[in-house]
């Protein structure tokens, strides 16, 4: 590939892929970080171009994960008294911020998920992604993915179903 | 207990962001400011066994330089020189601007923009360098330039002198990738190409850097294909003409000397045309060079050659210049000039720059129909979530691309009905918005020009 080439071959996949990948990151950071881990994502498919499969677009959201974990843990290297208070109060994840439109007891039930089993439901719900196409983006293999979902899925059912564990109830049952 | 399926159903319904949302012109800016970003890193170091092809980039970037200072030649070129500069025995041609149905009354802006399209007529025919056309009293417009034969004389006034009009066509259905067939058809299997044209560069659709091709490679895969019996959704009648010299031939060398620049190394250049009549071509080409120095292409009826979008009003790429890009399309026009009404620039709800333009009865229906069909296809070529390929129409005026908007098929699946008019939004700013709608007003608004002497 010639840099004449590779610069359009880039510019196509940019245009092809860039506001998933933005949707991705937007879902997932605040919005101040978005254009960095964007911008940080294509950088990182411009140095790979020629390694790229068909396809692309689970590599690029895998890419656009990994960016936004190391962006988060430098954020919380900064922040270390955030992080303290953040591991104050129960239940909190200091590496997901529940969107506005959830409900409460349907966050609640996302936080306690471990990040790998939250990342497995929110590429199915908000990615559209199927099976084989989630589990790139997840960087594990079909099965792992499908133990993953069906994990995730199980335990948000029963916390949804268990008032005990809703969040309102168990906040009050504390200060108590 | 709830299932897993209403689990994801949950989610789905808190999604923050869905993928049908429309962009914002900031996202827009951003997405920008990210490509730039990356593409400003330059190419990533190569390793080891490869290192030797860093040398490759030495001639391709001092080629880039060459081609942009000869475009800049060329531009400058084609700013006109002062009225009366041509003392006795140059070419003086006086029109009047008639007032025609849709412009009943020639105004101050009327004939600024009449001039302004004669002006770039100029340049797309390739004589604009000491050619000047200036305005004389209320209504009367004056080329003056060299002395040209009668036949050229003739020519330019065909040429400059014909009424503008405006082409509206469905962009993917029509426009060809370089193998010669429709980007429409090549879709589904995500031909590079055909992407490259659907999807656009950085500009967009129909702009320079979105897939098209040097003058000479598009006019060769027109010239490759089927004359298509004449219809009434035909924008032109009859074949196309142009005239190429070789690479580093005599004639390139004479025509460059002729426009003030110097020949692009290693490409054709275009000695004449484009023309609808053979003998135009003779008199159109530079001093010193016949119609046998140079290749005859032919353009059949049914095929257009269209130059690619210019970036901006003051960043107009001459026709002529060796990085000029063009599409070609097959000539199935959906919608004229005259079909619509009333083009503007103004804001859109949210405050973003916009065109907007109306319709009469037909234009409506077509434009309908139109959109409809471009929406459908949007949706039918389109992948899974982050593989939306929004489908296009373009606005053409005098062979040139104006605009290539695209339509949301998950914001009016059924294309942009309603009797509204149309609201073109969201890659403009706001001087871009006023180019358009001013070529636009133009296109749908001609006035008659009557030769005077």
Same mark, same amino acid.
């Given at each position: 590939?010639?840099?004449?080439?590779?610069?359009? @071959?880039?510019?196509?996949?940019?245009?092809? $892929? $860039?506001?998933?990948?933005?949707?991705?990151?937007?879902?997932?950071? &605040?919005?101040?970080?978005?254009?960095?881990?964007?911008?940080?994502?294509?950088?990182?498919?411009?140095?790979?171009?020629? @390694?790229?499969?068909?396809? &692309?677009?689970?590599?690029?959201?895998?890419?656009?994960?990994?960016?936004?974990?190391?962006?988060?843990?430098?954020?919380?290297?900064?922040?270390?008294? @955030?992080?303290?208070?953040?591991?104050?109060?129960?239940?909190?994840?200091?590496?997901?911020?529940?969107?506005?439109?959830?409900?409460?007891?349907?966050?609640?039930?996302?936080?306690?998920?471990?990040?790998?089993?939250?990342?497995?439901?929110?590429?199915?719900?908000?990615?559209?992604?199927?099976?084989?196409?989630?589990?790139?983006?997840?960087?594990?293999? &079909? @099965?792992?993915?499908?133990?993953?979902? $069906?994990?995730?899925?199980?335990?948000?059912?029963?916390?949804?179903?268990?008032?005990?564990?809703?969040? $309102?109830?168990?906040?009050?049952?504390?200060?108590? | 207990?709830?299932?897993?399926?209403?689990?994801?159903?949950?989610?789905?319904?808190?999604?923050?962001?869905?993928?049908?949302?429309?962009?914002?012109?900031?996202?827009?800016?951003?997405?920008?400011?990210?490509?730039?970003?990356?593409?400003?890193?330059?190419?990533?170091?190569?390793?080891?066994?490869?290192?030797?092809?860093?040398?490759?980039?030495?001639?391709?970037?001092?080629?880039?330089?060459?081609?942009?200072?000869?475009?800049?030649?060329?531009?400058?070129?084609?700013?006109?020189?002062?009225?009366?500069?041509?003392?006795?025995?140059?070419?003086?041609?006086?029109?009047?601007?008639?007032?025609?149905?849709?412009?009943?009354?020639?105004?101050?802006?009327?004939?600024?923009?009449?001039?302004?399209?004669?002006?770039?007529?100029? !340049?797309?025919?390739?004589?604009?360098?000491?050619?000047?056309?200036?305005?004389?009293?209320?209504?009367?417009?004056?080329?003056?330039?060299?002395?040209?034969?009668?036949?050229? !004389?003739?020519?330019?006034?065909?040429?400059?002198?014909?009424?503008?009009?405006?082409? /509206?066509?469905?962009?993917?259905?029509?426009?060809?990738?370089?193998?010669?067939?429709?980007?429409?058809?090549?879709?589904?299997?995500?031909?590079?190409?055909?992407?490259?044209?659907?999807?656009?560069?950085?500009?967009?659709?129909?702009?320079?850097?979105?897939?098209?091709?040097?003058?000479?490679?598009?006019?060769?895969?027109?010239?490759?294909?089927?004359?298509?019996?004449?219809?009434?959704?035909?924008?032109?009648?009859?074949?196309?003409?142009?005239?190429?010299?070789?690479?580093?031939?005599?004639?390139?060398?004479?025509?460059?000397?002729?426009?003030?620049?110097?020949?692009?190394?290693?490409?054709?250049?275009?000695?004449?045309?484009?023309?609808?009549?053979?003998?135009?071509?003779?008199?159109?080409?530079?001093?010193?060079?016949?119609?046998?120095?140079?290749?005859?292409?032919?353009?059949?009826?049914?095929?257009?050659?269209?130059?690619?979008?210019?970036?901006?009003?003051?960043?107009?790429?001459?026709?002529?210049?060796?990085?000029?890009?063009? /599409?070609?399309?097959?000539?199935?026009?959906?919608?004229?000039?005259?079909?619509?009404?009333?083009?503007?620039?103004?804001?859109?709800?949210?405050?973003?720059?916009?065109?907007?333009?109306?319709?009469?009865?037909?234009?409506?229906?077509?434009?309908?129909?139109?959109?409809?069909?471009?929406?459908?296809?949007?949706?039918?070529?389109?992948?899974?979530?982050?593989?939306?390929?929004?489908?296009?129409?373009?606005?053409?005026?005098?062979?040139?691309?104006?605009?290539?908007?695209?339509?949301?098929? #998950?914001?009016?699946?059924?294309?942009?009905?309603?009797?509204?008019?149309?609201?073109?939004?969201?890659?403009?700013?706001?001087?871009?918005?006023?180019?358009?709608?001013?070529?636009? #007003?133009?296109?749908?608004?001609?006035?008659?020009?009557?030769?005077?002497?």
């Amino acid at each position: 590939m010639d840099d004449v080439d590779r610069r359009g @071959t880039f510019e196509e996949l940019f245009a092809a $892929h $860039h506001w998933a990948v933005r949707g991705y990151v937007v879902r997932r950071a &605040p919005a101040a970080a978005v254009e960095d881990v964007v911008a940080e994502t294509f950088l990182v498919a411009w140095r790979r171009l020629e @390694t790229l499969r068909d396809d &692309p677009l689970p590599w690029l959201l895998g890419v656009a994960r990994r960016v936004l974990a190391n962006q988060q843990r430098a954020e919380r290297r900064r922040g270390a008294l @955030t992080d303290r208070l953040q591991g104050l109060l129960p239940g909190s994840s200091p590496e997901w911020e529940p969107p506005a439109a959830m409900s409460d007891e349907l966050a609640a039930a996302m936080v306690r998920l471990s990040p790998q089993e939250r990342e497995a439901l929110l590429l199915v719900a908000w990615e559209g992604l199927d099976g084989a196409r989630a589990a790139r983006a997840a960087g594990c293999s &079909p @099965t792992a993915f499908r133990a993953r979902l $069906h994990r995730a899925r199980r335990r948000v059912a029963a916390s949804l179903a268990d008032p005990a564990l809703h969040p $309102h109830s168990s906040v009050a049952g504390e200060s108590s | 207990m709830i299932t897993h399926e209403q689990v994801i159903a949950q989610l789905a319904e808190a999604n923050p962001v869905h993928a049908s949302q429309a962009h914002t012109a900031q996202e827009h800016a951003e997405a920008d400011r990210i490509l730039r970003r990356v593409l400003s890193e330059g190419p990533p170091a190569r390793r080891g066994s490869r290192r030797s092809r860093t040398g490759v980039l030495v001639p391709v970037a001092s080629l880039l330089v060459v081609l942009v200072v000869a475009a800049a030649l060329l531009r400058t070129g084609g700013t006109a020189t002062p009225a009366g500069s041509h003392p006795g025995g140059g070419l003086r041609i006086t029109f009047r601007a008639e007032p025609s149905p849709q412009v009943p009354r020639i105004t101050t802006a009327v004939m600024e923009r009449t001039m302004t399209i004669m002006r770039r007529r100029l !340049r797309t025919l390739g004589v604009a360098r000491g050619f000047a056309v200036t305005r004389s009293g209320d209504r009367d417009i004056v080329v003056t330039g060299p002395r040209v034969s009668a036949a050229g !004389r003739a020519r330019l006034v065909r040429e400059v002198g014909q009424t503008a009009q405006l082409f /509206f066509y469905d962009w993917e259905a029509n426009v060809l990738t370089p193998n010669g067939t429709t980007v429409a058809s090549q879709l589904r299997a995500q031909d590079r190409n055909a992407m490259r044209i659907s999807q656009g560069g950085r500009f967009g659709a129909g702009t320079q850097g979105a897939g098209g091709l040097p003058l000479y490679q598009a006019a060769q895969l027109a010239a490759r294909q089927p004359t298509v019996p004449l219809s009434a959704t035909q924008s032109r009648k009859g074949p196309q003409y142009y005239l190429f010299g070789a690479p580093r031939s005599a004639a390139c060398a004479a025509a460059a000397k002729a426009a003030g620049t110097i020949p692009a190394r290693g490409q054709h250049c275009l000695l004449g045309g484009p023309d609808s009549l053979k003998r135009d071509l003779d008199a159109g080409l530079p001093a010193g060079v016949t119609t046998s120095d140079g290749e005859l292409v032919t353009v059949p009826q049914g095929t257009v050659v269209l130059q690619a979008a210019n970036p901006s009003a003051s960043d107009q790429i001459n026709p002529a210049s060796p990085s000029a890009q063009f /599409f070609v399309l097959r000539d199935h026009v959906a919608l004229v000039g005259n079909d619509i009404t009333n083009p503007r620039a103004g804001t859109d709800a949210s405050g973003e720059p916009d065109v907007t333009f109306g319709f009469n009865g037909t234009g409506q229906n077509r434009f309908d129909a139109l959109t409809r069909r471009i929406a459908h296809r949007g949706a039918r070529v389109s992948g899974g979530p982050g593989a939306a390929f929004d489908q296009h129409f373009a606005v053409a005026l005098d062979n040139q691309l104006i605009t290539v908007p695209q339509i949301d098929f #998950r914001q009016y699946p059924d294309g942009v009905i309603g009797g509204g008019g149309a609201d073109v939004t969201g890659s403009y700013t706001r001087q871009s918005a006023a180019d358009v709608a001013a070529e636009l #007003r133009f296109g749908a608004l001609p006035v008659n020009l009557k030769l005077l002497r």
